[in-house]
């Protein structure tokens, strides 16, 4: 997948992972939507987000995502009596934060369905 590439995460092929978020996903924005397949070309770069989003989301929570460095940056270091200081709400941001906050944009498109909805007739 072309959006997980972009952000440095190899992905094997094939990932029965990534297949089944995506095809979860694709479900999720038809139903929100109430369209029907082929899905709207506007529709599939939002599955795509959404889908890379929940995966990175998924690898981050299971500890299997490979090409991130998530641990906290270092502030001091102090030989005496070993006292170590993280840099954490120090004004600059974690390597995890960065990836929450990347996360969190892919998946918030789904806001973004609401200009594709059609009325359902049942």
């Given at each position: 997948?072309?959006?997980?590439l972009?952000?440095g995460?190899?992905?094997?092929e094939?990932?029965?992972l990534?297949?089944?978020?995506?095809?979860?996903v694709?479900?999720?924005?038809?139903?929100?939507?109430?369209?029907?397949?082929?899905?709207?070309?506007g529709l599939?770069?939002?599955?795509?987000?959404?889908?890379?989003?929940?995966?990175?989301?998924?690898?981050k929570?299971?500890?299997?995502l490979?090409g991130?460095?998530?641990?906290?940056?270092?502030?001091q270091v102090q030989?005496?009596?070993?006292?170590?200081?993280?840099?954490?709400g120090?004004?600059?941001?974690?390597p995890?934060?960065?990836?929450?906050?990347?996360?969190?944009?892919?998946?918030?498109r789904?806001?973004?369905?609401?200009?594709?909805?059609?009325?359902?007739?049942?």
């Amino acid at each position: 997948m072309t959006a997980l590439l972009a952000l440095g995460v190899t992905v094997t092929e094939p990932d029965p992972l990534l297949d089944l978020i995506l095809q979860q996903v694709s479900y999720r924005v038809l139903n929100e939507t109430n369209t029907i397949l082929p899905m709207a070309e506007g529709l599939e770069s939002i599955a795509v987000d959404i889908t890379a989003g929940e995966y990175l989301k998924f690898k981050k929570g299971t500890g299997g995502l490979s090409g991130f460095e998530l641990e906290a940056v270092v502030k001091q270091v102090q030989e005496g009596d070993t006292n170590i200081q993280y840099a954490i709400g120090e004004g600059c941001t974690t390597p995890e934060q960065r990836l929450d906050a990347i996360i969190l944009e892919l998946t918030g498109r789904e806001r973004e369905l609401s200009r594709f909805r059609r009325i359902a007739w049942d």
